[in-house]
Each structure stands twice: as structure tokens, then as C-alpha cells.
């Protein structure tokens, strides 16, 4: 096996590099493409995103129009924004300043550069440690199946021909392919298998690899005796090309891309993909995509990064449909490359070293939170497939709720924890993390844990009086609450707790033992003087 790297321009200051390695698994090879911005700026030239007051699109004024050089004007999606062309003598900038003064305009943005994730540099791992580690065999136990829950992959488009993919690619049945009639009447043409938005046809071939990648991840055949499985044997990918051959995109083919998803089914949206600028336009699109009830699985960037301090986008966006994914090597810990984020990064998939399909036929290991994406997006399908009247708030709740906790994931990810696909499968909780002794006084000890949960969950409190004693329930905390006061305690007796989740169906297994002394303060006063002891993480 040959290892082979790229790398981005280091003169792009905007991109998010989402790291990913490729090793190809044959003789064949490939050759890598290294990331460039061919314009060397965040954003295309001789164009502008514009959204319009009111439900019913604006037209632009004449005096604008001929002021900016206006040579087109495509709307983009419901809400009212315009992709708007220039004539060559208009820069952005000008154009932005033109329209910002206009009443009619509610906001105008450059349409900025998304770019796909390539260039690892870590360690490559000759099978799928990804699959075992997140309990997949033990989902497979209950369901392999995901073919009536479409997932789309907004990203370099796919090799769909690949025989461990071909099986699983999504056909859209409305369109008769090849007879040049628009048959379901949704503005694109012999759409048969999904659309390229960038070359604006028929065919979402990938010219990239990464799509391919990541498409394998999600819905690679499963027991075909046949290179990789997917986290589904049994899929639907709708291949939708807003990415070109070196990983370049911009918000607006990302933003029709989402649309078409919308408009023909889908329920997970694949975003493995980032960039530094905020667009309210995108914001916009996924706020759509919420409205209808769809999920997008979001990569966190490779930057070793803060994303609760730089965000990177999409995410950054604050929206309840989002799942932004960390990724964790074969150590099961935070991979040396993958952003993170206590407040902004929801949970963590393996992503380094990840064995998929890649073009031409082949297979490769990639390594970077686009390949941690996909794992949520494929158990997304799983769950939903096997629970097709929960609602995609359920879906990401079973997603977020079940995932194992890790030490090295605490205070870094807003659940500390990697995805479990038997957990959510069956709806099981993970346990509460950080379960501690945060003060105790002679007339109450008080317990603590992280408030990770979703709306659903609550915790059970159990206590002991003595080593031989059992424990007992003594209380259960209410959902959103993350601290108790046991005022039921004597003065200098030793108590033992352990606490465990509930979601109204199933219970977590138990937090370790922790144990405090009930002792006044020799201040006199209502606060320390006990112990203070922390938890460890069950095993």
C-alpha cells in the first residue's frame, strides 16, 4: 500500500482543514490533489449572495441593477435569496456596500468557499477498528437495514458504478433517465441518481475521492463477501455534487444541494465539509432543513481547535438539527487533529484511519472529522429505519443520549462521549458524566454531574449507609437537572452513591461508587469540610 499526501495552500487563511489520509488498498493507486483556492480569497468572484425582504422576492431596482452590473439573478431556495452575478468590473466588496443601503435587501454576503477535507498525517490501519469500537455488531444483532431512510452526501459527488456502493446508490424513480423531459417537474433534468451542482447536470460523479469515502462509511454493502460494510448494509445514498475535483465549493451550490434534499426525501444530510466564515444564507438553508424535519451531521474541523472560540461552520451554527462530530483515533481518544468544544461539539466517531471505498474501484484509508461524520450519519439511518415515526429531535436525542463516555473526551465534547450504535439503537442511556461530590456540611451532602442530556433523560440517585449495607433509590432528579442535596444524613457518618440515567424505557448502566462524610464545618459555617471526591468513568 502506497501513502499518499496532500496538503492545503498555507496562504488560505479561511479554510478549515479537515483532515484526511488516503492509502490506497491496491496496486492501482492514486494521484492526490492538493486544496487551492483558485482565486485565493474566501469567496467567488463576480458574485453575491442577496435575500430579500418579504415572503415574495424583490426585484432588484434598475438603478442597481445597472450600478452593479447585474448579468443574472437565480433564486436559491424559498426564503428569498439570490444568487447574483456581476460584470467583471464590479468587486464584491462594492457590490455588498451598493445593496446594503437598498430597503428592498435584508442582507447581501459574498458567496463564500467551502472546502472538502483532505491531507492526514496520522497513522493508517489496515481493517475497520471503527466498526467494533462503536458496538456495530451488536446493532447489526438488531437491524442492518436502512434502505427507507435516504441519506444525502452534499460533498465531491460519488462513484456510484463502485461495486460495494452501486447497490445502495439512491434512484429517483419519479425522473425517467436519459429522455431529456424534467419528469417530476423539480427543475432538474434527468435527475435519475442525484445532481452535480457544480458542472449544473445530470451526472454527480466524483472526481475527488472524498465523497466516495464517506459515502462508504454511511452505506457500503454489508455481507456481500466484497471489500468494506457501511454502518448500513442496506441503503440509500443520494449522491449531490456541490464540491469539485479539488475539494473547492461555494455556500450557493451547498445551499440548492440542501434544497434538492429537502424537495426529494431525504432525512440525513451529510456535511463533511468547512469554512471560517459565517453565512446567514447557509444558516438559513439548514434552518429549512429543520423545518422539515432533517438531520445534518456536521464535521468539526481538523484544526486541533476551540470551536466554542473559532468557530468553524456549519459547525457554528446554533440550530437543533445539527450534530457537529469530533473524531477519536484506535485508542479511543480525541484524535491529535480534531476540533472540539464543550458547548459546540455534540459527540465524537472514530475518524482516523478509516477504511472505505474510494474511486475507481478501490478502497482507501482516510483519516479527519469528515470521516468521523459519516458513522453519525449512518447510525442515523439505522435508528431512524428501525423508527420511522420518531421525530429527528428523537433520532439525534437516541444519538447524543447513548453515546459511551470517555475521561479523555470530558470538558472537551458536550456529551464526553463517542458514539454507541447499539445504545441508540435500543435507546439506552449512557450513565451521567463527571457523577461527583461537589460540597458536603453536617445536615446535607451535595451530588453533581453534567447536564448532557436531552429533555428526556433524568438520573437516579441511589445511596448506601455502610460497606455491607444495599443500596437504595432515594431519589429521582427531573430532566434538565444536574445537582442534588441530600439532607438525609447524619453528622459524621460515612454515605456511598451511585446514580444512573433514565429516558422512560430503559435505564444506563450505573456510575462508579463515590463516597462522602457528612462533617461540619469548623468555621461554622454552610458550606465545605467534607470530602470531595470525583468519580472515575465506569469502564
Not at 435516504?150 to 433517465?177: M, R
Request: hydrophobic share 40%; proline share 5%; with cysteine.
Amino acid at each position: 500500500m502506497n501513502a499518499f499526501r496532500g496538503s492545503f495552500n498555507a496562504q488560505i487563511r479561511v479554510l478549515i482543514v479537515l483532515t484526511f489520509a488516503l492509502v490506497v488498498s491496491s496496486g492501482l493507486g492514486f494521484r492526490p490533489t492538493a486544496y487551492a483556492d483558485p482565486k485565493n480569497t474566501s469567496f467567488a468572484s463576480g458574485e453575491i449572495l442577496v435575500k430579500f425582504k418579504g415572503t415574495v422576492p424583490t426585484r432588484i431596482n434598475e438603478f442597481d441593477r445597472v450600478r452593479l452590473g447585474i448579468r443574472s439573478l437565480k433564486q436559491l431556495d424559498q426564503k428569498g435569496v439570490h444568487r447574483v452575478k456581476l460584470e467583471p468590473d464590479i468587486s464584491v466588496a462594492e457590490a455588498q456596500a451598493i445593496l446594503g443601503q437598498d430597503p428592498a435587501v435584508e442582507y447581501a454576503e459574498p458567496n463564500y468557499y467551502r472546502h472538502l477535507a483532505l491531507d492526514p498525517n496520522d497513522p493508517s490501519y489496515p481493517s475497520q477498528w471503527n466498526l467494533p469500537i462503536i458496538n456495530a455488531p451488536a446493532a447489526w444483532n438488531t437491524a442492518t437495514d436502512c434502505a427507507a431512510t435516504p441519506v444525502a452526501v452534499i460533498d465531491s459527488g460519488v462513484d456510484y458504478g463502485h461495486p460495494d456502493l452501486a447497490a445502495n446508490i439512491w434512484a429517483n424513480f419519479a425522473e425517467t433517465a436519459g429522455d431529456g423531459v424534467d419528469n417530476d417537474g423539480n427543475g432538474f433534468i434527468d435527475d435519475s441518481m442525484g445532481w452535480d451542482f457544480v458542472a449544473d447536470d445530470n451526472d454527480p460523479l466524483d472526481e475527488n475521492g472524498h465523497s466516495t469515502h464517506v459515502a462508504g462509511t454511511i452505506a457500503a454493502v454489508g455481507n456481500n463477501a466484497q471489500g468494506v460494510t457501511g454502518l448500513c448494509w442496506d441503503g440509500q445514498i443520494m449522491a449531490l455534487r456541490a464540491f469539485d475535483a479539488e475539494g473547492n465549493g461555494t455556500v450557493a451550490d451547498v445551499i440548492e444541494a440542501m434544497g434538492y434534499a429537502r424537495v426529494k426525501g431525504a432525512k440525513v444530510v451529510n456535511a463533511s465539509y468547512a469554512g471560517a466564515d459565517f453565512s446567514q444564507a447557509e444558516y438559513d438553508a439548514i434552518g429549512l432543513l429543520n423545518d422539515s424535519g432533517i438531520l445534518l451531521v456536521v464535521a468539526a474541523g481538523n484544526e486541533g481547535a476551540d470551536n466554542d472560540r473559532v468557530p468553524s461552520y456549519p459547525a457554528g451554527y446554533d440550530l437543533p438539527n445539527i450534530i457537529a462530530v469530533a473524531a477519536t483515533d484506535p485508542n479511543d481518544r480525541l484524535a491529535s487533529f480534531s476540533n472540539f468544544g464543550a458547548a459546540t461539539v455534540h459527540l465524537a466517531a472514530p475518524g482516523d484511519s478509516i477504511l472505505s471505498t474510494y474511486v475507481n474501484n478501490d478502497y482507501a484509508f482516510g483519516s479527519g472529522t469528515s470521516m468521523a461524520g459519516p458513522h453519525v450519519s449512518g447510525l442515523a439511518a439505522l435508528v431512524w429505519n428501525a423508527n420511522p415515526g420518531l421525530a429527528a429531535s428523537q433520532v439525534r436525542a437516541r444519538i447524543l443520549d447513548g453515546v459511551d463516555r470517555l475521561a479523555d473526551l470530558s470538558g472537551k465534547i458536550f456529551t464526553a462521549g463517542r458514539i454507541n450504535a447499539s445504545n441508540s439503537l435500543l435507546n439506552i442511556p449512557a450513565p451521567p458524566s463527571r457523577f461527583a461530590v461537589s460540597g458536603a456540611s453536617g445536615s446535607q451532602i451535595v451530588l453533581s454531574w453534567d447536564g448532557n442530556y436531552s429533555d428526556a433523560v433524568s438520573v437516579k440517585i441511589e445511596r448506601r449507609e455502610s460497606a455491607e449495607g444495599a443500596f437504595a433509590e432515594i431519589a429521582r432528579v427531573s430532566p434538565g437537572t444536574s445537582v442534588y442535596h441530600d439532607a438525609g444524613v447524619q453528622t459524621s457518618r460515612t454515605y456511598s452513591y451511585r446514580a444512573r440515567a433514565n429516558n422512560g424505557q430503559n435505564d444506563s448502566v450505573y456510575t462508579s461508587e463515590i463516597s462522602a462524610t457528612a462533617v461540619s464545618s469548623s468555621s461554622g459555617g454552610g458550606g465545605g469540610g467534607g470530602c470531595f471526591l470525583q468519580s472515575v468513568l465506569p469502564d
